[in-house]
Nanobody, 119 residues
């Protein structure tokens, strides 16, 4: 299971840190990603981090958001600074992982956490 937390209500310019904790069912986590979906809009990939530590960001959050991971804790993070009202959305975490040494890598989704940025 994936447990996302850290969402909430914040004023524009504020910060939030999202966490995505993976339970012990995962043998190895390859990639971690955060997606968001605002009302009436399609879900979009916000940021991703691969097992080698390389990262990607959607242009709208570059310079404001930072994705990271703690492999020892099987946890991914999304530090969100300088938040804007347009960042308001449900944020969900996704991992690509193996559940055993011999299994293939598959995507797994955590539940969403609401982020609301007031102007």
């Amino acid at each position: 299971q994936l447990q996302a937390s850290g969402g909430g209500l914040v004023q524009a310019g504020g910060s939030l840190r999202l966490s995505c904790a993976a339970s012990g069912r995962f043998f190895r986590i390859k990639d971690v990603a955060w997606y968001r979906q605002a009302p009436g809009k399609q879900r979009e990939l916000v940021a991703s981090i691969r097992s080698d530590g390389s990262t990607d960001y959607v242009d709208a959050v570059k310079g404001r958001f930072t994705i990271s991971r703690d492999n020892a804790k099987n946890t991914g993070y999304l530090q969100m600074n300088s938040l804007k009202p347009e960042d308001t959305a449900v944020y969900s975490c996704n991992v690509v992982a193996k559940i055993s040494r011999l299994s293939n890598d598959y995507p797994y989704w955590g539940q969403g956490t609401q982020v609301t940025v007031s102007s």
